[in-house]
């Protein structure tokens, strides 16, 4: 008689409120997939709890009698999450990982309330950020610095050009970012740069 016991190996360290988040120290969380592997005698199994609905990531959290503040979301955290809608993420958000929100089929809205955040290794995986594959997305407002990283991508022409609605609440435009907006016109029906610390703005197109 051979006994199997099963074992488990989680992405995440505990959740609260439908959002997974993985510990990094003793005041801090980042927001991350919700998955985790487990081996049994059938062999090795993968299981994923997929985002879904309106998503409002808090800017602190308890667990286990402990408060810890958000301050970072982790690469691929809303990956494939087809039944995600919108995400506001926080003003504790300094970090924002690669390829966040790539294949969500009906994300139409992001708000970063951050005025400044961080972006990860954008030579990782061809400077994939977290606009990256987000093609379905109509609003988003936050800082300026993501569309710049973005648009350093020779690849990011063919990405995301469905926005209705750009609003940058920090952060300088350049010529880069213009002609980044520019390629949205057919859509794009209102942008407010009423953030950005620029004294001149680039022209638009439309």
Known sequence: LILFIASSVWAYDFKVDGIYYD????NEVSVVRGEYTYEDDQGIHWVEYKY?????????????EKS???????????????????????????????????RCENLSSITILSENVTLANTAYQEKRTFLWGSTAIKEYYG???PFREYYDNPDSKRYSLSFEKI???SGYIDHNIMDYINLSHRTLKEVDLSGIENT???DMAF
């Open 23 to 26: 510990i990094i120290n003793e």
């Open 52 to 64: 879904s609905g309106n998503i409002v990531i808090p800017s602190s959290v308890t667990y286990d």
């Open 68 to 102: 810890y503040t958000v301050t970072s979301i982790g690469d691929q955290a809303f990956l494939l999450c087809e039944d995600l809608t919108s995400v506001v993420v926080p003003n504790s958000v300094t970090s924002i990982g690669n390829q966040v929100f790539e």
């Open 143 to 145: 800082p300026a610095q």
């Open 167 to 169: 609003t940058f609440n």
């Open 200 to 202: 001149e703005i680039p």
